[in-house]
């Protein structure tokens, strides 16, 4: 059956989850969510706060229908072919899991990675317990509000569920690569419980066939409990037809740990929402970005952190290169409440300008209700420095590439800090190709700083 | 013809005019020294030999071995055997030593040397200027000392074999062991390939590297010429008495 996302249909959602075996909890979440979605308008970028710089109804095409599953499309490359002796591999296509690849390291600890509406059912402790959890907390950390995150909370189809259990010690990655092959609405929705004083490396990839339009509305939650430190990566590596709505949302228990990166470097449209709720007291996160924008792109990154617990600590660095037309919002936002004395908190935000008609906006958003904190903030736009470019050329380094050299160095430090193995290699290539593709000759060098040299 | 032929060269920076007419001419196989007070234009002229653009030739002509360098770009000219060391290198952040060497290297050598053999010979003359292997890792020139910017100026100098080697002072900065093992390092690299242009305000760089002429450079030109002992003679009296009878 296929459902028009303008016109949700809640008994067609019922009737399939019943026919896919899903609980009657389950069945009523997705319920209240449908009618939750009845009562809401898409975002509005006259209205919503969150949505001022980028027009929904302009980079976000709803009226579609939801795409069905097909026989499982050719496998596309994951990063993790690029990782020696592999990881636990979940493939989504087209809104239906299609397989699970098992490393042994992983079953050995433990490692769960499945369908999540069959997760519903063997591990409904768990699912039951933290399903839609963080979407619909209701103590203002929720993002309910958002009726692109009602959608999924009502309709997501091809879910996957990953469990790493308490003390379970996994230098595997574990990926699950989202991929699009049908046009239409897509709804991937993945559930992660990180144990207690585990460790773990989860990677989110997304992909699509070459050509195919297409609308995502991903929601993930993450739970990372007491003393596990997680590592994570989403790879935003779409085809030129696809509109991204991402909300990554991880909830990081006492003294956790997560150093995340989100790559974009694919897509028409990418919002992506990397966000993470310090609800314990010593958790750390080290949220990272790195964005490439060509022409035609529009990416809005909005990572948002919010301090419940005292003592807790963030530091958000977001790095990215634009050309043609191309346009980018860095939206960080921090949120410090009552009770998380002793925080620490700092995000940065760096965009290089390369092409004429590129724009970065950056608005990085601190509330805080509580005092004794440390908090800062940053923001940079700005182009090659012809300093550098002369440093190098004098050099018998020849133009070109010297420019490759400074925007590959440009990102250096976040790729090094991330060290995420398979992503960092993936995401070197697809800076390299997109330098190779750009018109170096149209590129602009800062040359302010030239003066100041005598 | 000498290998180095500057002729009336004019120069201006930001709309003013800075060098007012210098003549200058180096052979491979010898060294000059270049000095004069601040300001006096020597940095300016470094920086258009090696074709910085900030500077903008108004007149006059720079050749090397016959080819007029003003119509090349740095990266050209640097493969023409043109080195300048800087007075004040620049920090490239990201830009690894090694990645920035190699390629360097190849570009300037002209061949894709292997990596091993690269490597080899990038140990081997850091050995010799005594550069800790450390660097290798870090940014070109990024969080640098001054006296390790230096350093790093005559590392490039010996894995890149300029033909034409102008060194602006590259002695500033440097601690008295530092500025011997810079300054043997430059000696080591002088034959009858190797021209070189020091740009120094010191004679103590000039004990090391014995220049065979010396020139002194006030307001933008050439004021006065002499052996090594004009060296040693403005160390005694400064600039002041050439200014007057210049
Ligand atoms: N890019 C520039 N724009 C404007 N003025 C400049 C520029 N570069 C140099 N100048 C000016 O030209 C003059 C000569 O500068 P230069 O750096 O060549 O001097 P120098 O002889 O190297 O001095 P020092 O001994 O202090 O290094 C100075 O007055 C300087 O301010
Ligand atoms: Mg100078």
Redesign the interface.
Known sequence: MTTILSDLDEGGLVARGEAGGEPSWLLDRRRAAARRFVGQAWPDSHVDEFWRSTPFDVRFDVGRAIAAATAAAEAPASVLDRVEGGGVLVRVVDGALVDVTAHPDATAAGVVAMDLGRAAVEHADLVEAHLGRLTTSGDGTGSDEDRTVSLSDAAWTGGVFIHVPDEAVVDVPLSVHVHVATPGAHLPRILAVIGRHARATLYLEHTSAPGVDALVDEVAEIVVLDGATLRLASVQDWGDGVQHLGLQKAEVHRDATVRSLAFTAGGATVRLRPEFDLVGPGAEVRPLGIYLASDGQWFDLQPFVRHIAPRASSDVLFKGALQGRSRTVFRGNVFVGRDAVGTATDENNRSLILTEGARADATPFLEIECNDITAGHGSATGQIDARHLYYLRSRGIDRDTALRLIVRGYFTDVLEEAGLPGVTEHALDVIERRIADADLSAIQVNDLGLREES | MADLEIRDLTVE??GNEILRGVSLDLDRGRTIALMGPNGSGK??LAYTI?????YEVTGGTITWRGTELNEL???E???LGVF?A?Q???E?????VT??LR??VN??GGEELPVRTFMERLRAEMAELQVDESFLQR??NEGFSGGEKKRFEIL?MAL?KPQLAVLDETDSGLDVDALRIVSEGVDRLRSPELGVLIITHYTRILRYIRPDEVHVMSGGRVVASGGPELADELEEHGYERLKTSA
């Open positions: 920076a930001d940095s300016t090696a074709g910085h653009p900030s770009s740095p990266d000219r640097a493969r300048l800087m004040y290198p620049v490239v952040p990201g830009v690894s990645n920035f390629t360097a570009a300037v940014s070109v490039q890149l």
